[in-house]
């Protein structure tokens, strides 16, 4: 299993970033996808999650109406569209594979807000 994030970085106050994820190793278009984000100090915390077939998905309170997970199975990637980013929004974004209770994780990617 390996998963590669990219496209984290620095962006001002309300402005926005597209992560990807690359997975590969496994089936991955049955397969539920995740993204969490971890921030110093906190722990690691569920930022939204899609459905194998991206039918379904599951956002953190936080970033609702701000943030879109998408999924293209033809290519195993991931993404998470980031809008309207607030400092609070800084962290590592790590992509997330969890068969049967047994986490994966990518190396993460970091995004920080700020002016």
């Known amino acids: 299993v390996r998963l590669v994030e990219s496209g984290g970085g620095w962006v001002q106050p309300g402005g926005s970033l597209r992560l990807s994820c690359a997975a590969s190793g496994f089936a991955f278009s049955g397969i539920s996808m995740s993204w969490f984000r971890q921030a110093p100090g906190k722990e690691r915390e569920l930022v939204a999650r899609i459905s194998g077939a991206g039918t379904s998905t599951v956002y953190a309170n936080s970033v609702k109406g701000r943030f879109t997970i998408s999924r293209d199975n033809a290519r195993n990637m991931v993404y998470l569209q980031m809008n309207s980013l607030k400092p609070e929004d800084t962290a590592v974004y790590y992509c997330?594979?969890?068969?049967?209770?047994?986490?994966?994780w990518g190396q993460g990617t970091q995004v920080t807000v700020s002016e």
């Open positions: 997330n594979y969890s068969p049967l209770g047994i986490d994966y």
